[in-house]
């Protein structure tokens, strides 16, 4: 699960990352006053949305309006809260449709002497998580990675103890902090690493980090990203997620315990298994079509569940075709032909429907579609059932 | 031979009193597993599935002198009852259970390590030697023993790959489901030292998808230290970048662990890489004729 920026700034001040003083805004009245609020010479306005890039991404249809703005007057930042608040912010990370900005953080401005990376992520090879530091910050990080991986400094920790203080000596000493920055530092990154331990991060990304001109070490930017799996432990992360930035038929996919990605391809696919449901949008790919999704309906799935992802599947516009693909082993396949009849009793099926079951009760499942009124075109393997449904919209 | 488990091996369940831990205990039992008991905390002295439930896992071991365990408990509980398997001295720990958070397999895989035990998964479909012995999920019936291993970090795409291998008349060896998880506690580099060295596996088929980069480092070890005929295949070749795709370890991110790369990685170290998973079982075939 992400979260936005003043979100993640909030949770960062209560766990002893320093951050500056920033007011959430939802309308540009809202952030004229804020910015009186703040009472600095100068503030930032920058647009919420869960992704990143927005430094250097644009309105869509204003390509001078950048995602992050400068401002020297409550009138100014007003006018660019108007220019934020309810457009659509287009960025590296967001792809071509872009995203609604519907708040924007206002912050106060600082007097910065160092900007620098700093972000943890699990190392899975080494299955420990890892505090990355590089000199290289403000930009991507992903570029340094390519180009200079040296520019990246890596402390490993443990979760259970932290940080310890002879590995943030090292990075000071490596990134040239001393003196009341190396101090402050030291608190910075023993706080950030008890914050991810704590929360579950996935993820957490801070660039930049700044040193500013008192020697203190600050939290500009904060890009965070929990664990899943681990949300049932801090439940009072769940009131931060924003339905808002995430897909529709994501969302209610998830709701009924389906594992769904859209894409942008026009053959929709339900199979069960991850593996097997990336592979199928493979085949489909390899025998020249476009797959429209990726569906795993779960191995224990229900008549309900897949009845419902028929539903998400059909109701995609692009979806020109359908291929279901099961390879039965706790999910049975009369259980997929039980909710295929159903589907298409409820829901309709106006398009062309390829299915290829093998497995558990498989003769029981292809009887019980042979004797429906069900329009089905059966494949008898893999290579054929995607065979047969790029020929069916071609 | 085989590898990790065979017809001798004694199997707990732990959460046998759960809805998929009896399940599951039944169709291990009816394949022919020597399921010996089952652990609930709480339940001790009752039975399930025919067999002795126990509070702890120490008890259980002392009573039935189980060496192997499948573990069905629900997450919050998992790293936990993988520690206890652990603390018992089971050989063989099969953790079936999805979900789990990261951050406690941190701790579990360190511990694990340092030992002399063999943690499989966790969010696996578990392992099988056909014909001797089932610990887990996977539909029995579509195995047949023979030469090959297969291990895989996927269930169902390994049920395709073993019905691909059985149609062609090969065979499996062992099968072991690594788990789709970020941090698995057995990896394809552990289990290529062991089929090596196993006289019935005659050559191996590793199933991978995107995200991470243990195929990488497979393959690499690989080219030094396998001699057997090996092949391969890689979901994923469609998925795009910063998305999870079904499994938690299933994401290419900052633009690594894609297929592609995967893919380059095996060929460079001779491995047979399927195109589709259609093709799953001809590459094995192929690896081997390779070899004469």
Redesign the interface.
């Known amino acids: 699960m992400k979260i936005h920026e003043f979100q993640a700034k909030q949770l960062f001040r209560e766990a002893g990352v320093p951050v500056l003083e920033g007011v959430v805004a939802r309308t540009a009245a809202e952030a004229k006053q804020a910015f009186e609020k703040l009472g600095q010479p100068l503030a930032v306005v920058k647009a919420q949305i869960h992704a990143g890039g927005r430094g250097k991404g644009h309105i869509a249809d204003n390509p001078e309006q950048r995602g992050v703005v400068l401002v020297r007057s409550a009138d100014e930042a007003e006018a660019a809260a108007a220019a934020l608040l309810g457009k659509t912010l287009i960025t590296i990370?967001t792809g071509p449709e872009g995203q609604t900005v519907n708040q924007v953080f206002v912050e106060q401005g600082c007097d910065i002497a160092r900007e620098l990376y700093m972000g943890i992520v699990?190392d899975?090879?080494a299955?420990?998580?890892v505090l990355m530091v590089s000199t290289e910050g403000g930009v991507e990080?992903?570029k340094v990675?390519?180009e200079t991986p040296e520019l990246i400094l890596k402390e490993h920790f443990d979760?259970?103890v932290g940080i310890e203080a002879f590995q943030v000596r090292k990075l000071c000493k490596k990134l040239g902090i001393s003196g009341p920055a190396a101090r402050s530092a030291g608190k910075f990154m023993a706080a950030l690493c008890r914050f991810y331990?704590e929360k579950?991060c996935?993820m957490a990304e801070i660039n930049p980090v700044v040193i500013d001109s008192e020697g203190r070490m600050l939290a500009l930017d904060a890009k965070i990203t929990f664990?899943?799996?681990?949300l049932?432990?801090n439940k009072e992360l769940l009131e931060l997620r924003d339905l808002n930035e995430e897909d529709p038929a994501e969302v209610r996919a998830a709701d009924s315990g389906l594992?769904y990605?859209k894409?942008d391809g026009n053959i929709a696919c339900l199979?069960?298994?991850?593996?097997?449901?990336?592979?199928?949008?493979?085949?489909?790919?390899?025998h020249g079509g476009e797959?429209a999704n990726?569906l795993?309906v779960g191995?224990?799935a229900n008549t309900e569940q897949v009845t419902e992802a028929f539903r998400i599947l059909l109701a995609d516009p692009n979806c020109k075709a359908v291929l279901v693909n099961i390879?039965?082993?706790?999910a049975r396949c009369t259980t997929i032909a039980t909710a295929l009849i159903e589907a298409s009793k409820t829901v309709g099926f106006n398009v062309p429907l390829v299915v290829r079951l093998?497995?558990?009760e498989v003769e029981e499942g292809r009887q019980m579609l042979a004797d429906s009124d069900v329009d089905v075109i059966t494949a008898v393997?893999?290579?054929d059932a995607?065979k047969k449904v790029v020929a069916a919209i071609a | 031979m085989s590898i990790l488990v065979n017809s001798e091996t004694r199997v707990l369940c732990q959460g046998i009193t759960g809805s998929a831990g009896g399940f599951h205990t039944r169709g291990c039992k009816e394949y022919g597993t020597k399921m010996v008991g089952g652990v609930t905390p709480g339940k001790g002295g009752q039975t399930a599935e025919g067999l002795p439930v126990f509070d702890t896992v120490e008890e259980a071991v002392q009573e039935t002198g189980a060496d192997a365990t499948m573990i069905f408990v629900p997450p919050p509980f998992a790293a936990d009852a993988i520690l206890e398997a652990l603390d018992a001295g089971i050989r063989i720990i099969a953790a079936i259970t999805e979900g789990v958070p990261v951050l406690d397999m941190v701790r579990v895989y360190e511990k694990v390590r340092a030992s002399d035990a063999v943690l499989i998964g966790p969010n696996c479909p578990g392992l099988i030697t056909p014909g001797e012995c089932k610990i887990g999920i996977m539909p029995g019936y579509i195995h047949q023993p023979g030469k090959v291993g297969v291990m895989s970090r996927s269930g169902t795409l390994t049920y395709e790959a073993v019905w691909q291998t059985s149609s062609l008349k090969l065979g499996q060896s062992t099968c072991v489901g690594l788990g789709g998880d970020p941090i698995v506690g057995t990896n394809y580099i552990d289990l290529f030292k062991l089929y090596e060295n196993d006289p019935q596996t005659e050559a191996i088929l590793m199933i991978g998808e995107i995200g991470g980069s243990a195929e990488e480092e497979a393959a690499a070890y690989v080219k030094e230290h396998v001699s057997k005929p090996v092949a391969a295949f890689i979901a994923g070749r469609t998925a795009p970048p910063g998305k999870r795709m079904g499994h938690a370890g299933a994401i290419i991110s900052g633009g690594k662990g894609t297929a592609t790369e995967k893919v380059a990685a095996l060929e460079d170290a001779g491995i047979v890489v399927a195109p589709t998973p259609a093709d799953m079982g001809a590459a094995v075939k192929e690896a081997i004729d390779r070899q004469g």
């Open positions: 990370q699990l899975r090879a299955a420990r998580p990080i992903e990675a390519e979760p259970a331990v579950d996935a664990d899943d799996n681990a049932f432990r594992s990605v894409l199979v069960n298994g991850a593996g097997l449901a990336m592979s199928t949008m493979d085949i489909i790919k390899y797959p990726f795993d191995g224990g390879f039965g082993g706790i093998e497995g558990t393997d893999l290579t995607a």
